[in-house]
């Protein structure tokens, strides 16, 4: 099988990537395709919270710290330096694509949320952008969509990345 391709939902702060999202996933989700979604956070996080057992376990000592149910998964991992995407990609199994929020200075392609209102300018050059996602018209040679333009920014990942992965991605 080959590679799933990772595509970056970038932008500015407040410019609409997770609206966006919002609209772009059950998109995908309604055209039959598995969808893995990786949110990069340069602050840092916690979805362990002080008191829970996994919360005891990581305090105890461990390094990994796995929580399971009938329905879903959580890994917690003691990381020494930030993950490149191309890692934490290998854990993800069964999805036709991955898409991120943010990872803006990642090598991977990207399309850009830009609003007027937040910015005039982009934040990534022309050669690593698949598309742009704004109300506003930028002089590049990239497709523009409109910010509520899920379906078209869908008929473009299935044109360029999707139309030979449904069905073919691991159980």
């Known amino acids: 099988m080959s590679e799933v ?15 966006f999202l919002e609209k772009l996933l059950p998109e995908l989700k309604r055209r039959g395709y598995r969808v ?6 340069t602050h840092g996080f916690d979805i362990d919270h002080p008191g829970k057992d996994s ?13 399971s149910s009938p329905r879903r998964l959580a890994l917690i991992e003691r ?15 069964g999805v036709d694509i991955i898409i991120t929020e943010g990872y803006k200075r990642g090598d991977r392609l990207k399309i850009e949320i830009s609003r007027r209102a937040r910015s005039s300018e982009l934040i990534c050059p022309q050669e690593e952008l698949l598309a742009i996602v704004t109300d506003q018209t930028f002089p590049l040679d990239v497709p523009h969509f409109d910010l509520d333009d899920a379906l078209g920014v869908a008929d473009l990942l299935e044109r360029r990345f999707l139309h030979e992965r449904i ?3 691991e159980p």
Not at 36 to 41: I, L, P
Not at 55 to 67: L, P
């Open 36 to 41: 893995a979604t990786v949110k990069h956070d």
């Open 167 to 169: 069905g073919k991605n």
């Open 79 to 93: 990381l020494d330096e930030e993950m490149p995407l191309g890692e934490i990609a290998r854990y993800i199994r």
């Open 55 to 67: 919360w005891r376990h990581a305090k105890a000592g461990a390094d990994v710290v796995i929580i």
């Open 5 to 19: 391709t990772i595509v970056s939902v970038v932008g500015k702060s407040g410019s609409g990537k997770t609206t």
